[in-house]
Each structure stands twice: as structure tokens, then as C-alpha cells.
């Protein structure tokens, strides 16, 4: 077939024959004219470029957008991961330093609890730890009872004080708790409960054979700071259960006194205990040994409840009371105010009328 299409209509058939549009003739007919005319070829092969340059721009277009979207992406997350990390702070910081936690008993310490008149109880309280504070505080009476609440925050200039003097009217109330009814018993029936009560109480124990918690008992009750170091013997093997101290220093009519008082509340606090045994060494018994001078003696738990019987009825005749008369020592641990009551008879007795 002759060669015979123009540059011109080539140049017009171009377009189809790079897209593979044309029939077989004018294909052949387009490829012989290429082979014979290099401007024709030229202007072919820069159109068949065009595609790829084009596609190669939009490519670029679309990764250039794919990059902005990216990093419009990652401001947007760590804008969203900071003000999260911003709320969550300042939710603890609310938590903190504003809304606080309730009152716990065990982070106050109540300085004077003192019943000044019938009518009235003057509490002087104080935070345990240095950084705290107080807020909130409010006094609820219901059936007799009153309880004492606050709110515990992290000192801050907003809320500074960890301190707090309240006066709370004793009219018709039976009982004063800090921290609601469940926390600690400050006032009961005429009587402040003192912290010692209550941890005593806390140290309780039902065997007169648990050595840990018998030396829990006579720390709480401090015996070898006012008398002096001791050893203890405990006798669990057969009934009558004994804890036997023998003491180093020597002892005087008060320290006989002191170690009664403390005898009857351990007798109150082991529940299996029957006696208190004690050997000790009397002042101005010189000239013999030591083994010769020492002296024994018992407080049994009968002896005990014998001895408080006699003193609350003496009691209630003198102050006008109706404090009940138990018959054994153990009821007197069954609650924080008849502990305080035994105590009272106790330091009544023993120490104020010595």
C-alpha cells in the first residue's frame, strides 16, 4: 500500500493510533508514514509522554493532599491526647484539692473532747498528716445520735486549715461519733472516749496464748514505761489461764496500785484469761537477797468483777448514775463505753483517791 497520508493527517490520526483506536489499514498506513518522517515520529512519541507526565503531576497531587490530611491528622490527635491529658489533670486536681474524700478517724486527732457543761461538747481537732486540710464540716442529729462530717483535701490556698473547734449540743444525744456511726466513738451516756479505748479495744484478743497480741495490749497500756522493764510467762496448758510478769525495778505502794489498774483491764481484754500473776521486788527490803525480798501476788477475773461491782454501785450512789453492774470483767470490753466506764471506776479508786 502507498504511502500516502500528509504529515497533517497523521498529525490528526495520532491521538487514535496511541490510544489503539485505529483499524488495521490506517494503522499500517500511520506506521509507514512514521518510518519515513522523523517529525512525525517526534510528535508521536512527545504524545505518547503527555499521559504519563499528567499522571505523574496528579499522582504527586494526591500524595501532596495525602500528606496534608496526615498531618492535619496527627495535630488534631495530639490536640484531642492534650486536652484529654488536661481534663484528666484537673478532674485530680478537683478530686484533690476540692472535692476531697470523707473524714476518716484514724486522720484526726482529737486534741481536747471535754464536756465543759450539761449542755455542750467542746472538740479541738486536728489533721494527723501536715499536708491536709479540712472542709465542709457538719454536725447530724438523728435518734440520739450525733455524727460529725467533713471533707479531706490536700492543703491549698483554697482550703489551708487542718484544724477545726466545734461545739456540739449534747440536748437529748445519747452518743457523738466522728465520721458517722461506723467511725469513732468520741462521746457516750456523760462520758469522752478516749483514742486509748478504742485502740485497746482494737487489740483485743479471745487466747490468752497469742504472745504477739498480749504484747500489743501492754504496749497500748504503756506498763513498761511507768514500770519498768518485766518478763512475761504465759501459763496456757491447763486451766486456771495465767499471764505472769515479774518485774526488775523495785515497787511502791503507788506502783501496786498502778499495776492493779492495769491488771483488771488485761483480764477485761483476753477473753480466756482467769489471772494476772505479778512478782516484784518492794522498796526498802534491804539486807536480804533478791529472791528473798521478792513478793507475789494474783488478781483473778472473779476478783475483778467483784471489785467493779462494788465500785459502780459506790459510784452511782455518789454521782447520781445508773451505770450497770456486770458479773464478769470480760462484759466490760464489749463496747467502747462500758470500757470507759470500767476505766473510770479504776482510775477513780486507784489513782484519784491516793
Same mark, same amino acid.
Request: hydrophobic fraction near 40%; proline fraction near 4%.
Given at each position: 500500500?502507498?504511502?500516502?497520508?500528509?504529515?497533517?493527517?497523521?498529525?490528526?490520526?495520532?491521538?487514535?493510533?496511541?490510544?489503539?483506536?485505529?483499524?488495521?489499514?490506517?494503522?499500517?498506513?500511520?506506521?509507514?508514514?512514521?518510518?519515513?518522517?522523523?517529525?512525525?515520529?517526534?510528535?508521536?512519541?512527545?504524545?505518547?509522554?503527555?499521559?504519563?507526565?499528567?499522571?505523574?503531576?496528579?499522582?504527586?497531587?494526591?500524595?501532596?493532599?495525602?500528606?496534608?490530611?496526615?498531618?492535619?491528622?496527627?495535630?488534631?490527635?495530639?490536640?484531642?491526647?492534650?486536652?484529654?491529658?488536661?481534663?484528666?489533670?484537673?478532674?485530680?486536681?478537683?478530686?484533690?484539692?476540692?472535692?476531697?474524700?470523707?473524714?476518716?478517724?484514724?486522720?484526726?486527732?482529737?486534741?481536747?473532747?471535754?464536756?465543759?457543761?450539761?449542755?455542750?461538747?467542746?472538740?479541738?481537732?486536728?489533721?494527723?498528716?501536715?499536708?491536709?486540710?479540712?472542709?465542709?464540716?457538719?454536725?447530724?442529729?438523728?435518734?440520739?445520735?450525733?455524727?460529725?462530717?467533713?471533707?479531706?483535701?490536700?492543703?491549698?490556698?483554697?482550703?489551708?486549715?487542718?484544724?477545726?473547734?466545734?461545739?456540739?449540743?449534747?440536748?437529748?444525744?445519747?452518743?457523738?461519733?466522728?465520721? !458517722?456511726? $461506723?467511725?469513732?466513738?468520741?462521746?457516750?451516756? &456523760?462520758? /469522752?472516749?478516749?483514742? *486509748?479505748?478504742?485502740? =485497746? #479495744?482494737?487489740?483485743?484478743?479471745?487466747?490468752?496464748?497469742?504472745?504477739?497480741?498480749?504484747?500489743?495490749?501492754?504496749?497500748?497500756?504503756?506498763?513498761?514505761?511507768?514500770?519498768?522493764?518485766?518478763?512475761?510467762?504465759?501459763?496456757?496448758?491447763?486451766?486456771?489461764?495465767?499471764?505472769?510478769?515479774?518485774?526488775?525495778?523495785?515497787?511502791?505502794?503507788?506502783?501496786?496500785?498502778?499495776?492493779?489498774?492495769?491488771?483488771?483491764?488485761?483480764?477485761?481484754?483476753?477473753?480466756?484469761?482467769?489471772?494476772?500473776?505479778?512478782?516484784?521486788?518492794?522498796?526498802?527490803?534491804? !539486807?536480804? $537477797?533478791?529472791?528473798?525480798?521478792?513478793?507475789? &501476788?494474783? /488478781?483473778?477475773?472473779? *476478783?475483778?468483777?467483784? =471489785? #467493779?461491782?462494788?465500785?459502780?454501785?459506790?459510784?452511782?450512789?455518789?454521782?447520781?448514775?445508773?451505770?450497770?453492774?456486770?458479773?464478769?470483767?470480760?462484759?466490760?470490753?464489749?463496747?467502747?463505753?462500758?470500757?470507759?466506764?470500767?476505766?473510770?471506776?479504776?482510775?477513780?479508786?486507784?489513782?484519784?483517791?491516793?
Amino acid at each position: 500500500m502507498k504511502n500516502d497520508l500528509t504529515c497533517g493527517v497523521v498529525r490528526d490520526l495520532l491521538p487514535s493510533y496511541i490510544e489503539g483506536l485505529l483499524g488495521e489499514d490506517s494503522r499500517k498506513a500511520v506506521d509507514r508514514h512514521l518510518e519515513s518522517c522523523p517529525a512525525c515520529t517526534a510528535q508521536k512519541e512527545a504524545m505518547a509522554a503527555m499521559p504519563r507526565a499528567e499522571e505523574a503531576e496528579e499522582t504527586a497531587k494526591e500524595v501532596n493532599y495525602l500528606k496534608r490530611v496526615k498531618k492535619g491528622t496527627a495535630k488534631k490527635i495530639v490536640l484531642a491526647v492534650a486536652c484529654t491529658a488536661l481534663v484528666l489533670l484537673g478532674g485530680a486536681a478537683l478530686k484533690l484539692f476540692v472535692i476531697g474524700t470523707p473524714l476518716q478517724p484514724q486522720s484526726v486527732a482529737v486534741a481536747v473532747a471535754d464536756r465543759q457543761d450539761n449542755n455542750t461538747l467542746y472538740l479541738s481537732l486536728s489533721s494527723v498528716g501536715s499536708g491536709n486540710a479540712f472542709h465542709g464540716w457538719k454536725v447530724e442529729t438523728v435518734d440520739g445520735v450525733t455524727s460529725i462530717y467533713a471533707r479531706d483535701v490536700l492543703a491549698s490556698p483554697l482550703y489551708s486549715s487542718g484544724q477545726a473547734e466545734l461545739s456540739v449540743p449534747l440536748n437529748f444525744v445519747r452518743e457523738v461519733w466522728l465520721g !458517722g456511726t $461506723t467511725g469513732r466513738l468520741l462521746w457516750a451516756d &456523760g462520758l /469522752v472516749i478516749s483514742r *486509748n479505748t478504742m485502740d =485497746l #479495744l482494737d487489740a483485743k484478743t479471745p487466747y490468752c496464748g497469742d504472745a504477739p497480741a498480749l504484747g500489743r495490749i501492754a504496749e497500748l497500756l504503756q506498763i513498761s514505761r511507768v514500770m519498768g522493764p518485766y518478763t512475761t510467762t504465759l501459763h496456757t496448758s491447763s486451766e486456771p489461764y495465767v499471764w505472769a510478769l515479774e518485774f526488775q525495778e523495785e515497787f511502791g505502794e503507788g506502783d501496786l496500785r498502778q499495776l492493779r489498774y492495769y491488771a483488771y483491764q488485761m483480764l477485761a481484754l483476753v477473753e480466756n484469761l482467769d489471772k494476772i500473776a505479778y512478782v516484784y521486788e518492794p522498796e526498802a527490803a534491804n !539486807g536480804r $537477797t533478791r529472791e528473798e525480798r521478792l513478793q507475789r &501476788g494474783t /488478781v483473778s477475773a472473779q *476478783n475483778a468483777a467483784r =471489785l #467493779l461491782a462494788g465500785l459502780t454501785e459506790k459510784y452511782n450512789q455518789e454521782h447520781n448514775t445508773d451505770w450497770p453492774i456486770h458479773e464478769s470483767v470480760k462484759e466490760y470490753a464489749e463496747s467502747p463505753l462500758e470500757y470507759q466506764r470500767m476505766v473510770t471506776l479504776l482510775t477513780e479508786h486507784l489513782i484519784y483517791r491516793y
